[in-house]
């Protein structure tokens, strides 16, 4: 199978770190990305892993796992304008094509 | 990155109609992707639109209820055919953004096709 799995809902304080986390199948594995969606809006890319390590990007980072199937996406300095959906997504070949995650709701409070 | 129109943004739409959905991009692509996306729920994958050939729909889609053209690199329709309220949802288009990390899992996507059906 290719699904994901990642928590329904996370709440935490601005200010604060946050860890979302997400395991794969590993049939067809080709890479974990992660996706920001604010409501109403649209997904917008955060971060990729291939490779098995960290990947910064400002106060977002991504971890991969692949002996694990694991994955998470961890938000540091959280702001109220980091309340949104986000999803880890796999690729299933180098082609484009994307399995979400079933979405994970961030809710940062003051 | 490719900027992504789409239109309609949103359409409330009968029980029975169908509906063609736009999406152009401002670069010559070889894949565009359609998504759907149920009410509080995640992103599955339509089908691929692929220039000059059939698109390649996922498992759970056809062509019946989903054809999609697919005229040029830039350019792609998606229609909804005889909408029930089961197929409120939005629809968005999506394109393979910026390569990181020599990857091809960046997409870039449409504001979405909100639709309506009552």
């Known amino acids: 199978g290719q699904s994901l799995e990642q928590p329904s809902e996370v709440t935490a304080v601005e200010g604060a770190i946050v860890q979302i986390n997400c395991t794969y199948q590993t049939s067809g594995f080709y890479g974990l990305s992660w996706y920001q969606q604010h409501d109403g809006g649209a997904p917008t890319f955060l971060s990729y892993?291939?490779?098995?390590g960290l990947e910064e990007t400002g106060r977002f980072s991504s971890f991969l796992s692949r002996s694990d199937s694991y994955g998470y996406l961890l938000l540091q300095e959280l702001q109220m304008k980091d309340s949104a959906s986000y999803f880890c997504a796999r690729g299933s070949s180098n082609t484009g094509k994307l399995i979400f995650g079933q979405g994970t709701t961030l809710q940062v409070k003051p | 990155s490719a900027v992504i129109s789409q239109k309609p943004s949103r359409d409330i739409c009968q029980r029975g109609t169908s509906l063609t959905i736009q999406c152009q991009v401002d670069s010559q692509v070889t894949m565009m992707f359609w998504y759907r996306q149920q009410p509080g729920q995640s992103l599955t994958l339509i089908a691929t639109a692929n220039q000059g050939s059939e698109a390649t729909y996922e498992s759970g889609f056809v062509i019946d209820k989903f054809p999609i053209s697919r005229p040029n690199l830039t350019f792609s329709t998606l229609t909804v055919s005889n909408m029930s309220p089961e197929d409120s949802s939005i629809y968005l288009c999506?394109?393979?953004?910026?390569?990181?990390?020599?990857?091809?899992?960046?997409?870039?996507f449409g504001a979405g096709s909100r639709l309506t059906v009552l």
């Open positions: 999506s394109v393979i953004g910026d390569l990181v990390n020599s990857g091809a899992n960046v997409l870039t």
């Open positions: 892993n291939a490779l098995d």
